[in-house]
């Protein structure tokens, strides 16, 4: 450790650098920038993350690393680049989704774009997080940006209610997290992912400190990916943020928790994994269950996804549980499945808001089908794909993550899960029944007419539709991302 | 089970899945208010589909068990997924029924769909679609994408274009039915991961599956049974298919769909849909889980019993047609279920039979009281009477209908159950003779039911202006009669086709696991020592160098020189 980086360590981090870089520029153009015409923003927002896409494929391509940095600091392999493309294309679609809605609710540009830009740099760092110092970090850029993205509509009262929970929480959640490291630095005496495993493994012991670091970890962790029980302040967040806001939380910012959890159980904590496993096992079950059972009581559209994003990530947590190569490639391919998906129907949302209707009611879908057969049949794509019904890519997501967990015997927790998956055809459906079995309401539904809507929204249906049918591929891809991180 | 090249020069098994399919795209296109020209679309490319589906008794060859037409390529590697459609003697005449039962769908709906014509006929071709692609599946994967997908247009078809309680019914059609599909999910894992563990070999392929004998030795124990690996996937398929044919404490769902469907709706789900859950049995449960078949004999004759009489006895008290004809079906498939766990020739063929049989005759009665609704909007039996003084035409063609439903010889019917009942004799005599009072029931209700409607005075005023048939509603109802005469006077080419592939199953339940190449001995024998098979999943290409490449037989033959 004779030199804190090189320039190479800068080449490793060129797409951070340039998600950087962007946001900054953002910054910069909406100060100097006269007219109050701001659309453009997100053109110069949508370049900078295209670049970013490139070079993070450059890095894939150039072999499944892993290729450590900055002391150790940053690491880039093929899981970290997996990751890293996911939160990048969720973030394109985001800023298509809302490039329009801002101007209709008198949000910010300028502010909305940067933001979102640090949120991003914010994922990608926690994807190629090495360390426990540098995963917080990357957790903070990305929690602190969303604090401000979530309270972006400053003179709605929920909107303020709900950034404020989330506020709390995130920075008690931090703490918890905080603490967890503590006591991890404290038992390995350094902060690296290999030098907390080497201490973790040293005699097999059971250090009570180090149980209580592992505890105290996943409950940081169990905030942050709004794991049953600490999930309380999600639903009312989802509600009140701005929709494109919850759009991105949901397709990137929660994935990011979930990157970095399997990727520090797996990698600082492997001694433990009987432990954590167990854990890990009742977490996954409480989060499915309850998230599924309520979300059927939700009547606003963004309530039942926010239950519906804690069902998900309850199905997600089977991944680390099962910790086998199989079940990471699961969880990489599932990420990607579900950050379009779950875009895809909030973006909906953001199409039917228009003017006084917040579009967030479910009612406010009610004869879609007649007034939009095209509208309609996206957001059926979503909605088929969130129940995991064939052809879409959330059917091929739970068939490999419910593979995973067969191959690794954990028959009761797939019984649960399957259970769990067919619970919650019910409240999906129900939208889909409000959008084609009810009669158009006497007033009609008002849609957006965006053209970079449409195209977020074909954007996230082409990829539901494409993995569904197709996806030998990207399956071969993450179980080649995988070996990174389990194997 | 062996697999024959595709004796024709195209693949048949796509074209007739996908025309529909197709049809489907092109309606998007077609303006909604075009009523006409969506209707005529429709019904051509379901009637395409249809004609194509017409070779296939001709160029199938009834000689050999193999499956026939196939086609095969690789879909998902790195799972051990294709794409691999096949036929044989169990597919060939469910598949020409779903091709026959939905033109005659298509064509029962031009007068009574006006409202929202376009989706309607969409949501029904996609799903023969999905109802051809489920019968002609022979990778897992791949049945149970479309299984799943099926699901879907059914659920609108009763929940935009049904009746009364129409969007509770669609939504407990698809939650009974999604539920037992997942726990069937995992039993195809199971399977696919024990059979990979065991070859070495990670697939989906049905073939290759059922070459692999699954352990039957208790595992755990459950309210003091023991049930084995076997067993327990079984169950897991067994429930999926059991609430799709719908066996006894399963039924619920039926009654409410079959009622609140629109006439094609009914005519699909009765004719198509609850063949899928027998199919099921008799393609995956019975080859792949012989032992466990066996084990469950006494459950499936007494729940089959059950449905039987019990199906037969609600029958009774049904005020209203459809609900009537509804419960007749789960008594119909009960002796489906009967014959078929029979396992004999003349049982199995009878229940193949029988469930092609009920397609047409059942599939035929909801058209009637279909008829009957659009002129009235009525499905109550105290509104009709005497119906048969105003619509002499229509009181002949129920008549047929009715009477090959209760198995009159002569008519399809008889033949089916004849042949069922000879099956289960074989077996125990009294599950036979209790069968038959589901006969002499199921003649009572279905007599009276057709004394209430038709005979007697005309009661209620609106009744007396009824007109009899139009053309095309007679177009709908006279293919099927032709068929009812056809398989009760001449049964020979249908049960000829499906003789081989009946014995050929019936040969694989009764050998068991001592019949299959890949026992556990064998296994052991195939895997070279040092050579540990990893699943594919996680090193693909993972073959035993040792037998890669080499065809089956001469794979037994190297075993065996190294057992030596």
């Given at each position: 450790m004779t030199q804190p980086f090189t320039p190479a360590d800068l080449t490793l981090l060129a797409p951070e650098i340039a998600v950087t870089i962007t946001a900054l520029v953002v910054l910069l153009l909406d100060l100097l920038a006269r007219s109050r015409e701001r659309a453009w923003l997100a053109g110069v927002g949508l370049l900078g993350l295209a670049a970013a896409i490139a070079l993070v494929a450059r890095q894939m391509a150039q072999g499944p690393g892993p290729v450590l940095a900055f002391s150790g600091l940053h690491v880039v392999d093929s899981y970290a680049s997996f990751f890293k493309l996911v939160f990048l294309l969720s973030a394109i679609i985001v800023i298509l989704l809302a490039a329009r809605h801002l101007q209709d609710q008198g949000m910010d540009p300028g502010g909305f774009y940067s933001l979102l830009l640090f949120a991003t740099l914010g994922t990608l760092l926690m994807a190629s997080a090495a360390d426990l110092l540098s995963l917080f970090v990357g957790l903070e850029t990305m929690a602190v940006s969303s604090y401000a993205l979530c309270g972006l509509m400053k003179r709605d009262q929920r909107c303020n209610e709900g950034a404020l929970k989330y506020l709390l929480m995130g920075v008690f959640s931090t703490g918890v997290l905080l603490y967890g490291m503590v006591l991890l630095y404290g038992v390995a005496g350094g902060t690296g992912f290999q030098v907390v495993a080497r201490a973790a493994g040293l005699g097999g012991f059971r250090n009570p400190a180090l149980v209580m670091a592992m505890v105290l970890l996943a409950a940081g962790f169990g905030f942050k990916i709004a794991a049953v029980p600490f999930h309380m302040y999600l639903p009312d967040m989802y509600e009140g943020a701005p929709t494109p806001v919850v759009a991105f939380m949901a397709g990137a910012a929660e994935l990011a928790g979930m990157a970095v959890l399997v990727r520090v159980f797996l990698l600082a904590l492997p001694e433990l994994q009987v432990d954590w496993g167990l854990l890990f096992w009742v977490l996954a079950v409480l989060t499915m269950t309850i998230g599924n059972l309520v979300a059927i009581a939700q009547a606003n559209l963004k309530r039942m996804l926010a239950y519906s994003t804690i069902a998900h990530m309850g199905y997600l947590l089977i991944g680390p549980v099962v910790g086998s190569p199989l079940g990471v490639a699961a969880v990489l391919f599932y990420s990607l499945a579900y950050a379009c998906m779950t875009i895809g129907a909030f973006g909906m949302v953001v199409l039917l808001a228009r003017g006084r209707t917040r579009g967030d009611q479910i009612d406010d879908f009610t004869g879609l089908a007649q007034r939009s057969p095209l509208a309609a049949g996206l957001m059926l794509l979503f909605l088929l794909s969130l129940t995991g019904i064939p052809p879409t890519a959330g059917f091929v997501a739970k068939f490999y993550l419910f593979a995973a967990a067969v191959d690794a015997k954990y028959y009761w927790l797939v019984l649960i899960a399957v259970v769990n998956s067919a619970i919650s055809l019910y409240y999906y459906m129900r939208v889909a029944m409000v959008m084609y079995m009810r009669e158009v309401p006497p007033q009609g539904i008002a849609l957006g007419r965006s053209p970079a809507l449409y195209l977020a929204l074909f954007l996230a249906a082409a990829v539901t539709l494409l993995l569904g049918v197709f996806p030998g591929p990207v399956l071969e891809l993450a179980r080649a991302s995988a070996a990174g991180v389990a194997g | 089970m062996t697999v024959q090249g595709n004796v024709l020069g195209f693949p048949i098994l796509s074209l007739i899945t996908y025309l529909p399919l197709l049809g489907a795209i092109l309606l998007l296109a077609v303006g909604r208010e075009r009523i006409g020209a969506i209707r005529n679309l429709a019904f051509l490319f379901s009637l395409a589909s249809f004609g194509v589906s017409l070779l296939l008794p001709f160029r199938y060859d009834p000689s050999t068990p193999a499956v026939q037409f196939v086609e095969r390529h690789t879909w998902i590697p790195s799972l051990g997924v294709s794409y691999f459609f096949g036929l044989d003697g169990i597919s060939l005449w469910l598949t020409l029924l779903t091709t026959f039962l939905s033109p005659v769908a298509v064509l029962c709906s031009y007068e009574s769909i006006k409202h929202r014509a376009k989706e309607y006929y969409i949501f029904l071709l996609i799903l023969e679609t999905g109802m051809l692609g489920v019968f002609l599946a022979l990778d897992f994967f791949l049945f149970y994408v479309f299984w799943e997908v099926m699901l879907v247009p059914m659920y609108f078809l009763i929940g935009v274009w049904g009746s009364d309680r129409r969007l509770y019914s669609a939504i407990k059609f698809f939650l009974y039915t999604l539920f037992g599909s997942v726990v069937m999910l995992l039993g195809i894992l199971a399977v696919y991961f024990y059979a990979g563990a065991r070859t070495g070999q990670y697939t989906f392929d049905v073939l290759e599956l059922m070459k692999v004998a699954y352990p039957h030795t208790p595992l755990i124990t459950v309210l003091g049974l023991s049930l084995s690996f076997q067993d327990l996937v079984w169950l897991a398929f067994a429930l999926s298919f059991a609430i799709k044919v719908p066996m006894f404490p399963f039924h619920t769902w039926l009654p409410d769909a079959h009622t609140d469907a629109p006439t094609a709706g009914s005519v699909i789900l009765a004719g198509v849909l609850l063949k899928m859950g027998t199919y099921g049995f008799l393609r995956f449960n019975l080859p792949l889980f012989p032992e466990a078949s066996r084990h469950f004999v006494p459950l499936v004759f007494v729940l089959a019993i059950i449905a039987i009489i019990y199906g037969a006895m609600v029958c009774m008290v049904q005020p209203d047609m459809k609900r009537l004809i509804a419960y007749s079906s789960v008594s119909h498939m009960g002796f489906v279920m009967l014959g078929m766990f029979a396992f004999n020739l003349q049982g199995v063929q009878g229940s193949l039979l029988q469930m092609v049989n009920h397609g047409l005759s059942t599939g035929g009665l909801f058209l009637v009281v279909g008829l009957i609704y659009d002129r009235r909007h009525t499905r109550l039996i105290?509104?009709?009477?005497?119906?048969s003084r105003q619509m002499p035409i229509y009181a002949a063609l129920f008549a047929i209908i009715m009477l090959a439903s209760m198995g009159l010889p002569g008519l399809n019917g008889f033949i089916g159950e004849f042949l069922i009942l000879i099956g289960a004799f074989q077996v125990r005599w009294w599950w036979g003779a209790l069968a038959v009072t589901g006969i002499i029931l199921g003649a009572a209700y279905m007599l009276w039911l057709y004394q209430r409607t038709?005979?007697?005075?005309?009661?209620?005023?609106?009744?007396?202006t009824l007109p009899d048939l139009d053309a095309r509603e007679m177009a709908t109802l006279l293919p099927i009669i032709a068929l009812c005469f056809w398989i009760g006077l001449y049964p020979a080419p249908f049960l000829r086709a499906m003789e081989t592939s009946v014995a050929n199953v019936i040969q694989m339940v009764e050998r068991g696991a001592a019949g299959k190449p890949i026992g556990p001995e064998q296994a052991a024998l195939r895997r070279s020592p040092g050579v540990p098979g990893t699943p594919a999943l996680r090193q693909?290409?993972?073959?035993?160098p040792l037998i890669a490449g080499l065809p089956d037989r001469q794979v037994a033959s190297v075993a065996g020189e190294a057992g030596r």
């Open positions: - | 105290s509104e009709l009477g005497g119906l038709m005979f007697g005075e005309i009661t209620k005023e609106e009744n007396r693909p290409g993972n073959t035993d």
